[in-house]
């Protein structure tokens, strides 16, 4: 029993899926190298490379020399060295793909909705288990990949190799913007580091009215979601702003329910999120999935949605102080 | 306040102005990084290893930018993950997977973009009450969202084929798809009581002095669950009649 829960835990473990990942950034990589019409296959193949190194040994090299990749990655896409194709690299279909598509029907729905089945399946497991759901997601996730694509393979009697290449056209499609939300997780640790949590903290104490509860509570709110602007996550902007502006301006003195404050407090964060880039994997990764023109469209989208729940968390919270 | 103090802020100086110029956002976010943990008097590598004790580049017990930017970069490799699934998207997208969608959309005459997509962020919603973390951008709205919103369009227009709608529309369409898997995720996961957005306040509030009860923060959670679903079916719904409004046009205009 205690070996089966050893392989189970080495086969289902995040490691296996970033060796799995990074092998498809290896494989794309090459495809790059072996492009002879790409301007810039080389800056190209070195950048698909090393993101897959990283994602390969990245639980076992020094942070300094991951530190010393990524800066070179962004050296790379800061020169232009990174290829990016438009919408417009549509995949080729010849004769046979389409004679195949008529036959295939629904069918080809199989590959693709395993993947969220598997992910899903995975976090039930992990959770039927005893073990952490949230990981078992992220495990479905990545062999949820695999099975779809060597269930495609299988469907459509292609190959691998046509898997891989269509892959491929739609990793470069998005391009370097892929790697955005990981640069942004470690522009907040510099951040929190270097302590600007504190200094906006102080800021907003230096200009709310005391002793007025409504506009205390729209401070609040305020602060919270352009902090979590800043920093584009409502998680990191929380700790900051329930330690200096919710606690010391609104709950100690106004003998506050701290459960209905602290919570609405966070979901005014969410709103920040919804209209900032830093959210890059909420906010850009998805204009980029979707091969869209703007890469801020989807931001627009979100700005009226998000200023109009912003205003109900205001009210909300002073009718909920004056009434609990 | 201190004016050294202030200068800390240059970063965020930086990220809006360079992402305000359209500048490489990769180039942007780590210049930021850097220029904010050196103003801060933080080294630009751990004291270790090789470079142990080395003057300006290191100082005894901090730990170095460019450590931090591996650190971070490793730890959080699970938001770049998807791409582990970009050959499956990729061929089924070549075997005609967005075609399909949009046979399929035609046949159920009732369905439009906004009602697809209340449908999903209610999906979303319950998933996140249930405890799941979905990553619904890569897993649901590229492969399954995006073609069957598409469909919905087509039908709606009377055409059989993306290229004839307008691209204004469908970017409004993308980015509608985008927004309501965001939408679900951000305020459905404060539903279930082990997720991490409540376990993070519980934790920041025991710091603070408070203990508060997890089930009380999703019970307050609960109102503004509602405002989302709602502000969303709005907004949904105007699409939906802005959309109708421009269809109906290309429909009598090819007609003519």
């Not at chain 1, 060295?81 to 080809?108: F, P, Y």
Request: one cysteine or more.
């Amino acid at each position: 029993m205690n070996t089966l829960s050893t392989v189970f835990n080495a086969v289902f473990s995040l490691d296996t899926v970033y060796v799995l990942t990074g092998l498809v950034l290896w494989v794309f990589a090459w495809l790059n190298l072996r492009d002879r019409h790409h301007s810039r296959r080389r800056g190209s193949a070195l950048f698909w490379f090393i993101l897959g190194l990283i994602f390969i040994t990245g639980s076992l090299l020094p942070h300094w020399l991951t530190g010393a990749l990524v800066l070179l990655m962004v050296v790379l896409d800061g020169a232009g060295r990174v290829g990016h194709r438009g919408a417009s690299d549509e995949t080729t279909k010849t004769g046979q793909v389409e004679q195949k598509e008529r036959t295939l029907g629904n069918r080809i729905f199989l590959p693709v909705l395993l993947i969220p089945a598997v992910t899903f399946a995975l976090a039930l497991v992990f959770r039927a288990l005893g073990a952490d759901a949230n990981r078992g997601a992220l495990v479905g996730l990545g062999l949820g990949g695999v099975v779809a694509m060597l269930a495609g393979v299988a469907l459509t009697k292609g190959s691998a190799g046509e898997a891989f290449r269509e892959g491929r056209r739609l990793n470069d499609s998005m391009g370097a913007v892929i790697i955005l939300p990981q640069l942004l997780a470690s522009l907040g640790i510099i951040f929190t580091a270097s302590r600007v949590g504190d200094l906006v903290a102080a800021g907003i104490q230096g200009i709310i009215p005391e002793g007025n509860l409504f506009l205390l509570v729209a401070a609040n709110c305020l602060g919270m979601s352009l902090f979590t602007m800043v920093m584009g996550n409502s998680f990191a902007a929380f700790p900051v702003i329930a330690a200096g502006v919710l606690v010391p301006l609104i709950i100690r003195p106004f003998g506050v329910d701290p459960a209905m404050a602290a919570i609405i407090t966070l979901t005014a964060g969410s709103t920040g999120t919804l209209m900032t880039p830093m959210a890059a994997n909420f906010n850009i990764v998805p204009t980029a999935l979707l091969n869209m023109r703007d890469q801020y469209g989807v931001i627009k989208f979100q700005i009226p949605f998000a200023l109009a729940i912003w205003a109900l968390h205001v009210l909300t919270m002073w009718a909920l102080i004056r009434l609990l | 306040m201190e004016l050294t103090e202030l200068f800390k802020l240059a970063g965020i100086v930086i990220v809006v102005a360079g992402l305000a110029l359209r500048l490489r956002p990769t180039l942007v976010v780590v210049t930021a990084g850097v220029v904010t943990g050196l103003i801060a008097g933080l080294p630009l590598l751990s004291s270790e290893g090789v470079v142990s004790g080395l003057p300006y580049l290191t100082r005894e017990g901090q730990e170095g930018i460019v450590n931090m930017l591996g650190r971070a970069f490793t730890e959080n490799r699970l938001m770049t993950l998807f791409i582990i699934t970009l050959p499956a998207v990729g061929l089924a997208e070549r075997y005609g997977l967005q075609e399909q969608s949009a046979r399929l959309i035609r046949r159920i005459s009732a369905a439009t973009v906004g009602r697809l997509l209340v449908v999903y962020q209610l999906f979303r919603v319950t998933m996140g009450a249930l405890g799941i973390r979905l990553l619904g951008h890569p897993a649901f709205v590229r492969p399954l969202v995006f073609p069957m919103s598409l469909g919905a369009a087509e039908a709606e227009a009377g055409v059989t084929d993306v290229e004839k709608l307008p691209v204004r529309e469908v970017e409004r369409i993308k980015a509608a798809d985008a927004a309501s898997e965001n939408y679900g995720n951000f305020y459905g996961q404060n539903l279930s009581p082990v997720q991490a957005g409540i376990l993070l306040v519980y934790g920041t509030m025991k710091g603070l002095g408070y203990e508060v009860s997890v089930w009380r923060l999703v019970l307050f959670t609960v109102p503004i669950v509602v405002y989302s679903i709602v502000i969303a079916a709005l907004q949904f719904h105007l699409l939906d009649r802005a959309q109708r409004r421009t269809f109906g046009e290309l429909r009598e205009g090819a007609g003519e």
